[in-house]
């Protein structure tokens, strides 16, 4: 009776997780965003991108284009989205004029120097993880769902680098609003706080708002979005490295 | 005979008050801390360290720990299983901020039009050709290559900076855990200066324990074969206990710690506070041999009255002389000096009233055959006939004496400075085995790091740097020289295909850096340039490391940094422990010269207003003058450098040797004063003074051979130094003293006192 229910809760866990995750899960938009990211003494280093992403099949292309500081202006950035496998990257320099493929297999790492990690902005391999509720949470005044989920093995996490993350999943609208991490030895590593949710299209949402401070280094990272239009006229065409150089 | 009676009459008083301070003196002694670090020997607020603290407080502790794995081949599955493990650990442990190893090291090469960062292993090799392939690609990568494995692959580093706050012991603990949990066949060795103020830590412990029983011992079992009464050896021996507890007490009381060189403040007692004692009982010997009838406490009065004031003086002459100390420039000389001229003043009090207080109430004991004349001794045959010496040939004497100093003393020109800490230990210790492999095999233990200020991503400006890297590693001592600049050149061959015009280049607009920056930070750890530019690229270091076992091979370095970058408007500062080394060893010679010059000057002053004649501080500071220079020439000869322990050699010797020659003196003037002439005065004043100043000098030599069995060589070398140097004092009291007298028949003597 005992492992009925246990599978049965086990079971919920993971539904709750992917269902947070579908409700953000658009298929095409485009829109420009901020990433400050900061370090201990206040220093603050600030990029602006304009982004383009369309599901074609069961992969999402993306495509980013730094539009300041002037020295990184015009670098452009490729992402196909797979799946079930890594993701493919391509970057273009515009000082050089290049093409260059990006090949990272450990989502753990950081994305473009901020604390967020590659994990943090694409979507995860569900099957990586074991999910479990640990109960229920109110966050500000919303009642929420408490999900621990942890990767698989200790190859895993440390692919991930992180043990295990619990999130406050809202009951109702399946928005997650924060997301705390737990470093290789269970101590308390990062905290995302996700605020700021807009409806971009028929039950699907998009957080405005994303801010990830590293409890352990004390750097931050600001994701805004700043402009956002849902879907995108772009062709397949337009998400290809040749087209990055444009 | 005023104080001699109050002394009498009032003798427990003399016993037991002094005994009440020295009990209440070692109650603080609980609570001694000993505190190696080579730092603390310096003022905060010198350039180097200076320097040390703005780049370590920029980029942190610049200090790090080096584990050391070797075995026939690092790349075997059990060993790179081993590193993965300890790897994890260390990242895991809260002790540790960053952890280089062949797991965290990066390969940063192109592949199929992509720039690939990974670490060097990312999967341990199952095949031999995956192994051999990962030798291959290991041998390419500049970030790896002799810096984390060594050329023949049969060791690898794991190189740990400790985060601040971070005590020693946490650090060794935590390495001895990690090493424990993940055991292998490899030897490990341990470097680092983390581990080199442990060791010395716990050998100066070590040596406290050892040394100062055994010295005592020795002590006692010299003045017992001189004496052969016990209560004769009791008393001295209970003056040098007594003033060692004073000594000591004053570190805690003050909140002092003891380091490597205060560790001599106890040994100093030994040698020099039984001085005073000794005369003491060869003087109440010779009375006793001379006048049997008399008691003793007639005895007892008559010898503090002659020897009252030449033990006085010396006193005062010897702390004048250790006082020399509280003008130099490094912390721990002046707490010496201060700690130790405590001690033996209070040393020099117990002589002249404890010490007849407690004769007073004693037996008289038999009188000495050797000096009632029925059967000399060795001592006493020996110093008749350097008696006969001094007065037959006092112009050979000079002549010899002469040539002597000109010959040593030219050794003065080899004289070298050494203050490389890793040279306190013996080179078979374990952490210089560790540091010799480091020099042979990972590019060197020495770091210095030059600071430069300035926009970091313009490329004119890492051009210049990529120019220094260049110009360093043609220098044999750089092992490697790495700046952000060489980061973008390894990223310049992985962007671009060979034979392209950004190929192996730092690129040539300030565009083309960012975007090459950019493009790491979308595949490496923000982190991985932390250790050499800032967070906004406005400061950037670059690390020089090299192998510099003497002040000439690290000059070297700095001289060719300093030539390279002095024009360049961006650079800051220079920075790095050896530098702080450096100023050590200059602050070293610069005290040597002070203390020398205070100690002379002050007791030449005290000569000349006790004897009220210039001669007298002339003369009297010509043995000095004669030892130190000896003494400097003899280490230049021998290629015994100048460093932080010898440097405290010349105050203490100056405090020892001045008191034979106004021994010698004030026995000389007295006998001279009975009436006796020239010869028959220096003939006596030998068999009888020159005793006490033979067995004392004796005793202080023995006291001082006990430092042969210390762990660090600077310790033995400051032994063999001192000794020496009592030596030369010694032989200047008996034999040069005497025969310019005679020569020259200095009025001061001749005067009643």
Not at chain 2, 481 to 496: D, F, G, P, T, Y
Request: charged content about 20%.
């Amino acid at each position: 009776m005992l492992f009925i229910s246990t599978a049965s809760w086990s079971q919920n866990a993971k539904e709750i997780s992917t269902k947070a995750l579908d409700v953000t899960d658009i298929d095409a938009m485009e829109m420009t965003s901020t990433l400050t990211i900061m370090d201990t003494k206040g220093h603050e280093r600030i990029r602006k991108t304009s982004t383009a992403s369309k599901k074609f099949g069961e992969t999402t292309k993306i495509i980013t284009k730094f539009t300041s500081p002037a020295d990184v202006k015009g670098t452009g950035l490729l992402v196909y989205d797979y799946e079930n496998k890594n993701d493919d990257m391509w970057i273009y320099l515009p000082a050089i004029r290049k093409v260059r493929r990006i090949i990272s297999s450990e989502k753990g790492k950081s994305f473009m120097g901020s604390e967020f990690s590659n994990a943090d902005m694409s979507k995860p391999n569900l099957d990586d993880y074991t999910y479990k509720i640990l109960g229920t949470e109110e966050f500000n005044g919303i009642l929420c769902w408490k999900i621990e989920s942890a990767p698989m093995n200790d190859d895993l996490a440390y692919d991930n680098g992180f043990s295990k993350k619990i999130a406050l999943i809202d009951k109702n609208s399946y928005f997650t609003y924060k997301v705390t991490y737990y470093d290789l030895n269970d101590e308390l590593y990062k905290e995302m706080i996700i605020s700021d949710y807009k409806e971009v299209c028929d039950g699907k949402y998009l957080a405005r708002n994303m801010e990830m401070d590293n409890l352990q280094n004390g750097r931050k990272s600001i994701l805004t979005i700043d402009k956002l239009q849902n879907g995108s006229n772009l062709s397949e065409n337009n998400f290809t490295p040749a087209a990055l150089e444009k | 005979m005023k104080y001699e009676h109050f002394i009498i009459k009032y003798r427990w008083w003399f016993i037991i008050v002094p005994i009440i301070i020295t009990v209440l003196a070692a109650i603080p002694l609980a609570k001694t801390k000993v505190n190696p670090d080579l730092e603390k020997y310096l003022p905060e607020n010198t350039p180097a360290m200076l320097a040390k603290a703005k780049i370590d407080s920029l980029f942190g502790n610049s200090d790090p720990v080096i584990l050391i794995f070797e075995t026939t081949d690092v790349l075997n599955t059990e060993t790179l299983t081993r590193l993965k493990n300890l790897s994890r650990a260390f990242h895991k442990a809260n002790e540790f901020d960053g952890v280089i190893s062949l797991y965290d090291t990066k390969s940063i090469k192109g592949a199929y039009g992509a720039m690939v960062v990974d670490p060097v292993i990312k999967r341990i090799p199952k095949t031999e050709i995956q192994r051999e392939q990962l030798r291959k690609e290991i041998r390419q990568n500049e970030l790896a290559y002799k810096l984390v494995v060594s050329e023949d692959f049969s060791k690898t580093v794991i190189i740990l900076k400790v985060a601040s706050g971070i005590t020693d012991e946490q650090v060794v603990h935590t390495i001895k855990r990690t090493l424990h949990e993940f055991p292998g066949s490899e030897t490990v060795y341990k470097g680092g200066t983390v581990y080199l103020r442990v060791q010395v830590n716990s050998d100066i412990s070590r040596d406290m324990l050892i040394l100062m029983p055994l010295g005592m011992l020795i002590m006692i079992l010299f003045l017992l074969l001189s004496f052969r009464e016990w209560k004769s050896v009791a008393l001295p021996f209970l003056v040098v206990a007594m003033s060692i507890v004073i000594s000591l007490g004053f570190f805690p009381l003050m909140g002092w710690e003891l380091s490597i060189i205060t560790i001599l403040a106890p040994i100093m007692m030994i040698a020099i506070a039984n001085n005073y004692g000794v005369h003491f009982i060869a003087r109440y010997q010779e009375l006793n041999a001379a006048n049997p009838q008399w008691s003793m406490k007639e005895i007892t009065k008559n010898v503090l009255y002659h020897l009252k004031k030449p033990v006085i003086i010396t006193g005062l002459t010897t702390i004048a002389g250790i006082l020399g100390l509280v003008v130099h420039i490094l912390l721990p000389a002046k707490q010496l000096g201060i700690a130790a001229s405590l001690g033996i003043a209070f040393a020099l009090l117990l002589s002249i009233s404890f010490i007849p207080a407690m004769m007073a109430t004693m037996k008289k004991g038999k009188a000495l055959k050797s000096l009632t004349q029925e059967k000399a001794g060795i001592i006493e045959k020996g110093l008749s006939r350097l008696a006969k010496l001094s007065t037959n040939r006092p112009i050979v004497i000079l002549f010899v004496f002469g040539s002597f100093l000109l010959l040593a003393g030219a050794g003065i020109v080899h004289l070298q400075v050494d203050s490389n800490s890793e040279n306190f230990l013996p080179s078979k210790h374990p952490f210089r085995q560790a540091t010799s492999i480091v020099n042979e095999d990972f590019g060197g233990t020495k770091y210095l790091t030059v600071l430069f200020e300035g926009d970091m991503k313009d490329p004119k400006l890492l051009q210049r740097l990529d120019h220094y890297e260049t110009e360093l590693k043609k220098n044999p001592s750089v092992g490697s020289v790495m700046s952000i600049a060489s980061i973008l050149k390894i990223m310049s061959r992985a962007i671009n295909d060979k034979g392209d015009e950004f190929y192996d280049k730092i690129p040539d607009t300030r565009e083309a850096v960012a975007q090459y920056i950019e493009l790491y930070s979308m595949s490496g750890e923000p982190e991985d340039f932390d250790d050499l530019v800032n967070f906004d690229y406005t400061q950037a270091l670059l690390i020089v490391q090299f192998r510099a076992d003497s002040k000439n091979a690290l000059d070297n370095v700095i001289d060719e940094i300093d030539r390279l970058t002095v024009d360049d408007p961006n650079r800051s500062i220079i920075g790095g422990y050896c530098l702080v080394d450096k100023e050590l060893a200059e602050a070293v010679v610069h005290g040597q010269y002070n203390s020398l010059l205070f100690a002379i000057l002050i007791i030449a002053l005290l000569l000349v207003l006790i004897f009220r004649s210039f001669v007298s501080g002339l003369l009297g500071s010509l043995p000095l003058l004669f030892t130190v220079i000896t003494l400097f020439g003899t280490m230049g000869w021998l290629g015994i450098k100048l460093d932080i322990g010898t440097a405290m050699l010349s105050s203490i010797a100056i405090g020892i040797g001045v008191d034979y020659t106004i021994h010698f003196f004030w026995r000389y003037r007295y006998e001279l004063g009975s009436g006796k002439s020239h010869e028959e005065a220096i003939a006596t004043t030998l068999t009888t003074t020159g005793r006490g100043i033979t067995i004392n000098a004796f005793s202080v030599m023995l006291g001082f051979v006990i430092l042969f069995v210390s762990s660090f060589l600077t310790i033995k070398y400051f032994a063999f130094l001192i000794i020496f140097s009592v030596l030369l004092c010694l032989l200047c009291a008996l034999i040069l003293i005497p025969a310019l007298c005679l020569l020259i028949k200095p009025k001061f003597l001749e005067k009643k006192p």
